[in-house]
């Protein structure tokens, strides 16, 4: 199937770090990535990993991935409360020939002062 | 350069009428994706137009369709629309070849929200 799951929701506070996970199906996914959605707006690429990396490093975010699990996370530290949005991870997967990306169901970050 | 825009960004229509959106990619990129989110599905992957060709297609009834023209801009039509139909429908345009330093990633638009009554 081409179900990418995640939980649904995330609380902190302010300053702590934040991981958020993600479990995809596609073994043989070649990119994946982590989008932001902020209220009322699209989606807004932040990162992504290439397959045969284990982790990616980015400012204040973190990327593992663990291929064998099919596990990602995405580690924010020192969360700010201008990062709380919906965070949706995706992998390539490739359909008919031609690549497509599948988006999990995405979590919701709520970091409180 | 400029981002992908969708028109309109607020719509509301009634059940049985039909409405069209329209998605301008960034300049250079072939394809153009569309998603429907609705906080019960999440983000559901409707269609996916490259060279004006159909590639891709999600599971959605006849009544979603949608096309591109020589210049990658893309439309999609919803036809006898339904209040399950009400959703934020999203475009992404991407370069649409893989290999490369293409990393495959998506441009999303700010998204065309659609209320049906």
């Known amino acids: 199937g081409e179900d990418v799951e995640q939980s649904l929701f995330l609380s902190v506070r302010e300053g702590d770090s934040s991981v958020i996970n993600c479990t995809y199906t596609d073994s043989s996914s070649t990119y994946l990535y982590w989008y932001k959605q902020e209220p009322g707006a699209g989606l807004q690429l932040l990162t992504y990993i290439f397959s045969n990396m284990d982790m990616k490093q980015d400012q204040r975010l973190t990327v593992l991935l663990n291929k064998k699990d099919k596990h990602l996370s995405l580690r924010i530290a020192d969360t700010q409360t201008g990062d709380s949005a919906i965070y949706f991870c995706a992998e390539s997967i490739t359909d008919t020939g031609f690549q497509k990306l599948v988006f999990g169901t995405g979590t919701r970050l709520l970091v409180s002062p | 350069k400029a981002g992908v825009t969708q028109t309109p960004r607020y719509l509301i229509k009634t059940r049985g009428q039909q409405v069209t959106l329209s998605c301008s990619p960034i300049s250079g990129h072939r394809s153009v994706s569309w998603y429907q989110q609705t906080p019960g599905q999440g983000l559901q992957f409707l269609f996916e137009y490259f060279s004006e060709t159909q590639r891709n297609k999600g599971n959605f009834p006849g009544r979603f369709s949608g096309r591109q023209f020589s210049n990658s801009r893309s439309e999609m039509n919803v036809s006898t629309l339904e209040l399950g139909d009400s959703a934020l429908y999203l475009c992404?345009?991407?370069?649409?070849?893989?290999?490369?330093?293409?990393?495959?990633?998506?441009?999303f638009g700010e998204g065309s929200r659609l209320t049906v009554l």
């Open positions: 992404a345009s991407s370069l649409g070849t893989s290999g490369g330093t293409n990393t495959g990633e998506l441009f």
